[in-house]
Nanobody
Framework: QVQLVESGGGSVQAGGSLTLSCEAS????????MAWFRHVPGKEREGVAG???????NYAASVKGRFTISKDKAKNTLYLQMNSLKPEDTAMYYC?????????????????????WGKGALVTISS
């Protein structure tokens, strides 16, 4: 059974940093494409960052240069390093996994095609 468990959410002031983690069980990161999405109530869920099986990454324009996605295969853990945080980054952040190559859901941030979701981690940025 696949499980994704996020951690590392919290509250920081604008300009600060946070690192989210997503620990996986039931599969290994080497075989799945992974992504982070975020959601604010009243708005559509949006893709933030993705990483495919060979380590190629993609980012939303709004976070490029500030956020970094990475994975540790030995720990089966996905990370999202978030720097220079802004109040508009406030959201629930979700870890997501896509099973099938060529991982179009991750590359295109197509949330409807994601196979597995974590329960989310809340990130709150104050001004």
């Amino acid at each position: 059974q696949v499980q994704l468990v996020e951690s590392g959410g919290g509250s920081v002031q604008a300009g600060g940093s946070l690192t989210l983690s997503c620990e996986a069980s039931g599969f290994t990161y080497g075989t799945y494409c992974m992504a982070w999405f975020r959601h604010v109530p009243g708005k559509e869920r949006e893709g933030v960052a993705g990483i495919d099986t060979d380590g190629t990454t993609n980012y939303a324009a709004s976070v490029k240069g500030r956020f970094t996605i990475s994975k540790d295969k030995a720990k089966n853990t996905l990370y999202l390093q978030m720097n220079s945080l802004k109040p508009e980054d406030t959201a629930m952040y979700y870890c997501a996994a896509e099973v099938a190559l060529p991982c179009t859901a991750v590359a295109g941030f197509q949330d409807y095609a994601i196979d597995y979701w974590g329960k989310g981690a809340l990130v709150t940025i104050s001004s």
